[in-house]
């Protein structure tokens, strides 16, 4: 196997810079750490995952601080991410018609950019709960600052922001990993291989190759 | 032990704050240093060492002349608790067959959700601690078959304390025989509030007494609505995940093709 010859489906492409590993690591490890002590927290039967944490009363901690780690990396994320995670077209349109090649056909994919439509799709999700859950938070955190009236109606939409992002974020490890053989490496290494990139982001492959050829 | 109820017949009342000193004592609790602030309402508001309080307030009468009311404020230890709903901490706020919520301030981790879930924002904060502290019904004293030092301490036979259908009994009776504005609170609100009043005035005149307390519908969509929508989201997407795998597979690149120049 000649991983680094060029051209072929072994060669190896940096699809991902340094620094959006390093804001990807801190987003998905504090969004990570979030979901095990905020659970630990909502639900009584699983109060006791705050063991490994020292207690409720050290895990309420631990979620405070993993929260502002979440704020401060999902503000990176939102700025760098945005013109190719918010912006759709009408290829990620026939994408969605297609339910994205997953579910009843594989036929008839429409070559995705660097983000595919379904990627944009949790962009969204992720950018707008960034928002609720930090906000909320916050509030949440400091509740005398802001008052009863204003804590009391952040109880329902932090739980909402749980709801609609839970299920999401599974989806979302899932098919960065087990669903996609050869993902995970644009977020380790930030290498993937030709043939990943043929398969996955097409669209983005033949701009990179415009870029990189004399 | 029977279920109880604490009959504070405000019409009695002196304000002579011997309860505020006697749960003090009982509790061990210390005096928080306050101004002057024109009034004999002391301290301000419940706090953390003040889980009972005389509150004061001057109205006037229907003969134009300034009356004084008082209320003694403490938790109502309420049958649908909004504090036993919004606690995260399994054990932290629990019930007493006599019909105590009781707080243990020891399991408490500080998130304050008792306090915004409580229609009487009885709960309190210690930033010391860390920790929420509130009147317990000296449920300590109940078991010993004693009662609360609050109602021991009373001159005046404001406040009572007893079995619950004599005391509900005996509460319909008084309101009666006051006549006019005078009323039971608390029977009928909250499942029944272990605390109940009989109020000389409408129970909209008395200050920070709300006329028909409730647990705010955002409690309840909070923790019964998107509470177990959160665990469904979590459990649907890890269903849908291990569906996929099994039925579709993973997406793999082809590598056999060999190493055609892509366009």
Redesign the interface.
Known sequence: MSSTVKNSNYELIDVTTPFERLVHLAFAGSCIMLFISGFALMFHTLSFISTVFGGLYVTKYVHNFSGLLFAVSGLFAVVIWFKEGAIFDADDIKWFMKGGGYLWTKEGIPPQGRFNAGQKMYFVLKASTWALMSVTGIIMWFPYFFGKEITIFCYPLHALGVASLAGAVVVHGFLGSLGNPGTIQAMITGKCTRAWAKLQHAKWLKEYDEKHSK | MNEKIMLVDLSKCTACRSCQVACKNWNGLPAVPTINRGTYQNPPDLNAQTYTLIRFQEIEAKDGAIKWLFRNDKCFHCTDAGCMK?C???GCITRTESGAVVLDSTKC?????C???CPF?VPQ?DAAT?KMYKCHWCHDRQAEGRIPACAKACPTGTIQFGDKDAMITLAGKRAKELGGDASVYGEKHLDGTHVVYVLTEKPEVYEKLPVNPKI?P??F??KD???P??????L???G??AL??LI?G??????E???E???
């Open positions: 919004a995260p901490v399994p981790i500080g998130c304050k959700y306090y915004h879930a924002s904060f860390e705010s955002l409690i969509l909070w609505v998107l509470k929508f959160s665990m469904l989201s979590f649907g997407g890890l849908a995940c996929y795998y579709k993973p997406k793999r690149p082809k590598f093709e060999g190493g120049k892509h366009e």
